[in-house]
């Protein structure tokens, strides 16, 4: 094996609880080191989902005037929305045996380093906004200072995402049960001692415009999944059945982001800048609210391992030859960077801008792959996709990467944060429509670019993409 084929290949987990170093980077895992069922999928989506930065974002709800129950139909209706095309890619996983950003070399060619350059900014930044809580909850709970508080987390993401997939799966199934035990006892408090904030003074179009950008800001959450959504099935065998994936995907995604936005939204005058303060506040102090800040830090780091590693494999997948442990642990040592800027001043301004900054490219991208996905399985006519072989008739670089600037352009004017406002969101009160127009410009710009190009489907000479040495794995 060439040191170029080391980066991108090496040890592989075997079976469940296999916890070795990971090495094995983007190429496709062949069906001999498949293993695993369906159902782990719905703890690896459960759990880092219960993260106070869920619970921050549903607090916007009521900062924008809505009362409880219309921002929490907003807030559910944006994340169905999201879950279903992040669910959906997933079950590629098991078809494929490689990770989301790898296999959009499909559609993108050589020019999959645009989006993988930014699914691992977009990383980074999730390291930011999950770390921004758990550093300030493990500060408080010790008495340390934040940036000592935030350093540790990152230090125990890098970690995790070291290590790699099955270690992921390992520590997801743990926390289920650990958070959803913490998450228990704050829904129990909230019940028992916070009045539901009932009435709103958003009306007429104001309060449209704020249930959109509410929505779009909880879709904004669940589809920026979609990236990462194969990287945590790739282990799993082309037998597993597809609709159970999805199923136990959609149902992971959905309770979680919609349990812990309700929160946000039902003790929203507590969970302010200083959410860990709100919830030992709410707990009593003592080992219960203890037990809280705990919780808080434990959720960012099984949270942001994801992060990490699906950021090693984007890394990879733009054409960066560094192993993938390596990979994982800068994600982790420039999120930590990050996260100091978001906490040094305007952190609710800064957080919710760069929540929404993050995730508006992937509509776009999701768009794309997709077109590409049904036009090669429209040309296969049923049989089942030899990855091997679609990675030999990979698409020129240009119809995919026009189409993606072109969405994220054609999105601008719709856009809604406090840094930018474009005159569409203006007029619309607010209301933020720009994950909707990112995709649908994305199809209608790619799909005759695509056909142009490959005549109908028809596979035609291209240049292999050599961003994978040996990508049969």
């Known amino acids: 094996m060439t040191i170029e084929e080391s980066a991108f290949r090496g040890r592989m987990p075997a079976r469940p609880g296999d916890l070795a170093v990971e090495r094995h980077g983007i190429g496709p895992v062949p069906e001999s080191n498949r293993y695993g069922k369906a159902a782990r999928l719905f703890t690896v989506w459960f759990a880092p989902n219960l993260t106070m930065t869920g619970v921050f974002s549903g607090t916007v709800g009521v900062s924008l005037g809505l009362d409880f129950w219309t921002a929490f139909t907003a807030m559910v ?7 279903i095309p992040a669910a959906y890619l997933g079950t590629w996983g098991s078809q494929t045996g490689t990770g989301q950003l790898p296999l959009s070399r499909l559609a993108f060619g050589r020019g ?14 999730w390291d930011a906004l999950i770390g ?3 550093g300030e909850a493990l500060a408080q709970l010790l008495g ?15 970690v995790v995402g070291v290590f ?29 001692g916070v009045p539901l904030p009932v009435q709103g003074s958003a009306h007429g179009a104001d309060r449209l415009g704020a249930f959109v950008l509410t929505s779009t800001i909880a879709l904004s959450l669940a589809i920026s999944w979609a990236p990462y959504a194969s990287d945590f099935s790739r282990y799993l065998p082309r037998a597993t059945s597809r609709p159970r994936m999805f199923g136990y995907s959609l149902l992971g995604m959905v309770l979680s982001f919609a349990w812990v936005q309700a929160l946000g939204l039902w003790g929203a005058k507590l969970f302010t800048d200083q959410t860990a303060a709100g919830v030992h506040g709410l707990l009593g102090g003592g080992a ?30 733009a054409g960066i030859r560094v192993p993938r442990p390596l990979a994982a642990a800068v994600a982790a040592v420039l999120g930590f960077l990050l996260v100091l800027w978001l906490h040094a001043e305007d952190t609710t301004l800064r957080f919710q801008n760069l929540l929404l900054f993050v995730g508006y490219w ?9 077109v590409d996905a049904r036009l090669r399985a429209k040309a296969r006519r049923g049989t089942p ?19 993606f600037v072109v969405a994220f352009a054609a999105a601008v004017p719709f856009m809604d944060t406090t840094l930018f406002v474009g005159p569409v969101a203006a007029a619309l009160h607010g209301a933020d429509f720009a994950y909707y127009v990112a995709f649908l410009v994305s199809v209608v710009v790619y799909v005759p670019l695509r056909l142009l190009v490959r005549g109908g489907g028809r596979a035609e000479a291209a240049e292999p993409v050599a961003v994978v040495p040996g990508a049969g794995g």
């Open 112 to 125: 999959v380093a645009l989006p993988g350059i930014m699914q691992w900014l977009s990383s980074v930044a």
């Open 132 to 134: 921004l809580f758990g």
């Open 164 to 192: 790699g997939y099955e270690a992921l799966h390992q520590v997801q199934t743990v926390m289920t049960f650990v958070l959803g035990a913490a998450f228990v006892v704050l829904s129990v408090q909230l019940l028992s």
């Open 144 to 158: 340390w200072p934040f940036w000592l508080g935030a350093l540790v987390i990152l230090l125990l993401q890098g």
């Open 362 to 370: 992937i509509p776009g991208f999701v768009g794309i792959v997709l």
């Open 77 to 83: 209706l944006g994340t169905v929305v999201g879950a």
């Open 288 to 317: 219960l609210g203890a037990f809280g800040l705990l919780a808080i830090a434990a959720a960012a780091v099984c949270s942001n391992a994801m992060n990490d590693y699906s950021g090693s494999l984007a890394l990879q997948t």
């Open 385 to 403: 996709i030899d990855v091997e072989a679609e990675f030999g008739r990979p698409q020129p670089w240009w119809p995919a990467c026009v189409a």
